[in-house]
Structures are given as structure tokens and as C-alpha cells.
């Protein structure tokens, strides 16, 4: 017999206090369809047996404030053996990647009528400097600039070949202005700094075009310099007191959505609600398990995650990486913020990517419809564990 769950009460989500605006950006998310082998045991824990990971995608974003574009992270470049040779092992050793476009020629190729061409790009923002993130900057012009999180500039330092153990490249910053945001301190050449402290939610933050339409947000644990973004996608409504609407790029901060959910705010629904949403029988019977029985036969706790980060060097910072983590459960569950990691599978043929936007994610149920997709990732694993026991 299958034991009946009760589902906890939500915490309440604290207040964000995002500065008002009616100031927006157009989010369009890229997908230059590569994908990325992604080994649980590098990037969450614990190990589910007979879950091996995921091929994952790696989303940019093409933001674009009236006639100014930024693009926010490449991708992994389609010639990835070009990239120093101390990354080429890293590829080499720990994963598997399956090639697609890179974001320069999505841009050049598109015959939509939208027009945005890599030419018209002012920057490129990193939300760090990791190959699967960093692609090709040399196929933008030098009049595109490339903006870094703190640090980064200076920990980066010579490329490819100037230091045989770099793992950018010198055709990275050649002839190109390269500028770190700063989250505090004073003015000085060369960084990004408006000269106040900005915070949103529990994030330190800076307000790229200085109008409320997009954050840079200083997300530190899994790299030097780590940013995630926040895009204002709609206005707030004063006709039916809808809040604006925001996008949140979460890059690399976790690599699967089980790292963020459940949470205390975003508790795991009931195994019917769950059946509906999920793979597998939603009739099922004795001795079959539905997939929500199996979700909550696994989690000690249905207010706790199915992940945390993995301990080890990908999280070079552990205890940052988990704080940056609670500090995103905060965001994801607030209704009027629909998080977006950079790896999550469970979102590929959910969303409209480019040339669309996803401006109106608030107003279709995107949030609400994709919430526990992600499950289906390991699903199959818990079925066979299932099964064994």
C-alpha cells in the first residue's frame, strides 16, 4: 500500500525589494544546440544509483534595451579543441560534448526579420569563465566589449599561448575592452560601477544600462567573478496590480534544478498533483508505484531538495555555493520571477527561444507548467532502484 503525504505549508517568500522601473529588456533565449554531459558526481549530490547525468543544453540570452543588445554567455564554441589545451583535457577527461552553432552566427544566420546581428552587440557578459560558457569572443567585433565579474580580469590574466596554462585565450580580449562589474567601492577606470550599493533579495547587484531593466547579480561559490542576471520582462500593471514580471539567468550557480527544489517555499506537491505533470502511468497500481509516490518515497523531507552542490572542485567555494543556492530559492518563489539555469534540460522544448522572445512567460503558465519536469531526469533511476528493492 502506498502511504498517503502530506504536503507542508509554504513558507511565505521574503521581500526582494526590486527597485520599481517601467524600464524592460527583450529576453531571447539562445539555444546553439550543443549539449554537455553533465556527471552527477562532479556537480550534485547525493549519487541516485542508475542515474548517470544528463545531456544538457547550455542557454545564452540576447538582451536588448531599445537599440543597445548584450549577449549573456556563448555557449561552448563548436570547435571546442581550439580552446587552450589546458581546457581541451579538461573537455577531454570529464565530459562529452555534441557540437552545435555558436552564438555569432545564430545571429548572423537568423532571416526572422529581427536584424540583431553580432555587429550590433556593445557586449558580451560572461557570467563567468568556464568553457562552456565563455565560446568564441573573437567572432564579434572589437567594438563589442566584454564584461567579467569581479575578479575575473585579474585571475584570468595572460591567455593562450602568452601562458601555456591559461585557460582563456589571448584572441579573448585582443583589441577589445574588457570591464569588471563592480559590486562596491568607488569609481576607477575600467570597471562597471554606478557608485552605490544596489541588493536585491539577499544579492548584491548592479544595474547594467541604469535604468532597472537588467541586474548583474554577484552570485559567488562555483567560479571567480560568477554573475547571474535578472531582466525585467514586463512593467508592473496599476490597472490589475500585477508586479513586473522578471527572467532569472542563473548560469552555473547550480546544474540541475533538484539543487533548488523543493525548498521551504516551493514544497513537493502531492503524488497526484506530481502524476499529472510527470512520466509514467497516472493510473498505476499496486504493485506499480506512480511517480509522485516515488518522488516522495525518496525525500526524507518534501520541504528539502532532491540535490545540494557537490563538495569537490567545481564549487571551489562550498560554503558560498550553498548560500548563493538559498539565496535563488528565495527568487524561484516569488511568482513574478521565473528562474531559468543555464543547464536545465527540462525547459528545451518547453519555452520559445530565438528569434522569440519570453517576455510573456507570466501570462502563458511556463512557471507554473514546468516547475517539476526537472524530475523527470532521474525518474527512470528511481523506478529501477524501485524495482531492485
Not at 549577449?71 to 577531454?92: K, T
Not at 601562458?163 to 584572441?171: K, T, Y
Not at 526524507?300 to 571551489?316: C, E, I, Q, T
Amino acid at each position: 500500500m502506498v502511504a498517503q503525504h502530506v504536503t507542508p505549508k509554504p513558507k511565505p517568500p521574503p521581500n526582494l525589494h526590486i527597485p520599481e522601473s517601467t524600464a524592460t529588456v527583450q529576453v531571447r533565449v539562445i539555444d546553439t544546440n550543443t549539449l554537455l554531459h553533465l556527471n552527477p558526481l562532479l556537480f550534485w549530490q547525493p549519487a541516485i544509483p542508475h542515474f548517470t547525468g544528463i545531456h544538457a543544453p547550455i542557454y545564452c540570452f540576447l538582451l536588448s534595451n531599445g537599440t543597445r543588445h548584450v549577449v549573456f554567455d556563448l555557449g561552448v564554441r563548436p570547435d571546442w579543441h581550439n580552446y587552450a589545451p589546458r581546457v581541451v583535457a579538461l573537455i577531454e577527461a570529464t565530459t562529452t560534448v555534441s557540437p552545435g552553432n555558436d552564438v555569432s552566427s545564430v545571429l548572423d544566420a537568423d532571416t526572422s526579420g529581427l536584424g540583431i546581428r553580432s555587429a550590433d552587440i556593445e557586449a558580451v557578459i560572461w557570467s563567468h569563465s568556464h568553457f562552456d560558457h565563455i565560446g568564441d569572443v573573437s567572432r564579434f567585433p572589437h567594438s563589442t566589449e566584454l564584461v567579467v565579474g569581479p575578479g575575473v580580469a585579474t585571475a584570468s590574466g595572460l591567455g593562450y599561448p602568452s601562458n601555456h596554462d591559461a585557460a582563456v585565450l589571448d584572441a579573448d580580449t585582443e583589441g577589445r575592452v574588457v570591464r569588471e562589474v563592480s559590486f562596491e567601492g568607488p569609481d576607477s577606470e575600467g570597471e562597471l560601477e554606478k557608485g552605490r550599493r544596489l541588493t536585491i533579495g539577499r544579492f548584491d547587484a548592479f544595474d547594467y544600462f541604469g535604468d532597472g531593466s537588467f541586474y548583474l547579480l554577484d552570485a559567488p561559490g562555483h567560479a571567480a567573478g560568477h554573475m547571474c542576471g535578472l531582466a525585467r520582462t514586463a512593467p508592473a500593471s496599476a490597472q490589475d496590480g500585477r508586479p513586473s514580471s522578471f527572467v532569472f539567468m542563473g548560469a552555473d550557480a547550480c546544474h540541475h534544478l533538484g539543487v533548488l527544489r523543493p525548498s521551504d517555499y516551493l514544497p513537493l506537491p502531492s503524488s497526484l498533483a506530481l502524476n499529472k505533470v510527470l512520466q509514467g502511468d497516472v493510473t498505476a497500481q499496486p504493485p506499480c508505484v506512480s511517480s509522485g509516490d516515488l518522488l516522495h518515497k525518496y525525500l526524507a523531507s518534501s520541504a528539502s531538495p532532491f540535490f545540494r552542490v557537490a563538495r569537490g572542485p567545481l564549487f571551489a567555494d562550498y560554503d558560498a555555493a550553498t548560500e548563493t543556492v538559498t539565496k535563488i530559492q528565495e527568487l524561484d518563489a516569488a511568482d513574478n520571477v521565473f528562474v531559468l539555469m543555464a543547464h536545465d534540460l527540462s525547459l528545451r522544448d518547453k519555452m520559445p527561444l530565438f528569434p522569440q522572445t519570453i517576455n510573456n512567460w507570466s501570462t502563458t503558465g511556463l512557471k507554473m507548467d514546468t516547475r517539476w519536469l526537472f524530475c523527470n531526469d532521474f525518474l527512470p533511476a528511481l523506478k529501477e532502484n524501485d524495482k531492485i528493492e
